[in-house]
């Protein structure tokens, strides 16, 4: 029998699924699921359980956090940003980090559990990429304080690429949870404190059966949430810097908050904002052209049902304050995810400078505003892999 048709011992696999030699990493590595691990933990814990190995390339990792409460009454959700953002900032703070100690994401968990899967096209694409449209999302209940979210932490950011290896166990990534106190989320809370249980799940590439990599390995997709300088004072005609980048980057995702932590309405953006790449005015717009723009390429905000005399159903809401720019739509003006070349991407490097500029920017309920970046930036090992790289 041909060795291309029998898996080498150590690597298990199904006997009739195997292909012949030749082709794309993808057709020789079918996508696998397992599990990391659950663990129970109570408000203000810490999720720092070592990973276990897979038998191939991680994709990412799966998340759900269950809120689980027998007795518990008279919660209040609390009016502060806890409150607001609730449930994902359950997470207070996310770090996850290759084998090697590089940081993947970094964030609140706001933005690594719900910006991250929204606007980086690595999870889902249309309504699967928001985590609040899916079936196993369980709106929070304010009185008892249970619910449930899942959320995704991506490595992969194009088909095969981007992957981390698993089957070391001696070289694994690493997840940190900084979990919340109660009173973040409640600014009265539940008579019985809820449990809270979370669940790691791992998807990945088996490894192949023939002699195939996947493409550019080594390359990392960096989710790092930083804040803008300086602060913006109500009514202020001023440029905000972008801290220093220095890779390929997929997505901008920029959330304008007040002094109290809460995400801004939307018009305390300027009603025609600029972006500066490097002193030139790359983008000049108006906002209401921008949140088209973001309902286009993401496909959030996008309106359902259209009629001539009723409003329109939001789909896929966009959070307030929140906008973004997509460089995820190489082979379309929509970003279908994984399905990118990666032409579009934004060559950085240490001494770009990227701003946004308001003149002026809207009045502030809670000033100084403060700009954050939520950026994903391709750093490749050597040349980044262009074009499809499964095919």
Not at 15 to 44: I, K, S, W
Not at 317 to 342: C, E, H, W, Y
Not at 347 to 362: D, I
Request: one cysteine or more.
């Amino acid at each position: 029998m041909s060795t291309a048709t029998v898996a080498p011992a150590g690597r298990p696999q199904p006997q009739t699924t195997n292909e012949a030699a030749g082709g794309p990493f993808v057709r020789h590595a079918p996508t696998g699921r397992r599990a990391m691990y659950v663990d129970n933990q109570q408000f203000g814990g810490l999720m720092a359980r070592p990973m276990v190995s897979s038998p191939g390339w991680n994709q990412g990792y799966r998340i759900k956090v269950t809120s689980t409460t027998a007795a518990g009454t008279g919660g209040v959700i609390s009016a502060g940003a806890g409150g607001v953002d609730a449930p994902h900032s359950l997470m207070q703070l996310v770090q996850m980090k290759d084998a090697f100690g590089t940081q993947l994401i970094t964030g609140p968990g706001y933005a690594a559990a719900f910006e991250l899967p929204l606007f980086s096209g690595q999870f889902g694409t249309d309504s699967t990429r928001d985590p609040r449209l899916l079936p196993s999302n369980v709106p929070i209940t304010a009185a008892s304080g249970a619910f449930t979210f899942s959320t995704y932490f991506p490595f992969e950011f194009a088909r095969g690429y981007g992957v981390i290896s698993g089957a070391n166990a001696a070289l694994l990534p690493v997840l940190q949870v900084n979990l919340a106190p109660v009173g973040t989320l409640f600014s009265t809370p539940p008579s019985v404190s809820p449990v809270l249980s979370e669940q790691v799940d791992s998807d990945f590439y088996w490894l192949p059966n023939v002699p195939t990599d996947p493409p550019g390995i080594g390359t990392t997709c960096q989710w790092i949430y930083q804040p803008c300088n300086p602060t913006i004072p109500s009514g202020a005609s001023q440029l905000v810097q972008l801290p220093r980048l220095g890779g390929y980057l997929t997505a901008l995702v920029l959330e304008l908050r007040g002094a109290t932590g809460l995400r801004t309405a939307d018009t305390e953006w300027p009603t025609r904002p600029r972006i500066y790449v490097d002193g030139v005015p790359l983008i000049d717009t108006d906002f209401a052209t921008w949140q088209d723009d973001i309902a286009i390429s993401f496909g959030v905000g996008t309106n359902g049902t259209p009629s001539q005399t009723a409003a329109a159903t939001v789909e896929v809401p966009r959070p307030n304050g929140v906008m973004a720019i997509n460089r995820k739509t190489s082979l379309s003006q929509r970003d279908f995810g994984l399905f990118d070349t990666g032409e579009t991407f934004m060559s950085t490097n240490p001494g770009t400078q990227l701003e946004v500029g308001g003149f002026p920017w809207g009045t502030a309920a809670n000033a100084p505003n403060t700009l954050n970046a939520f950026v994903g930036q391709v750093v490749p090992t050597g040349a980044l892999v262009r074009g499809l790289p499964e095919v």
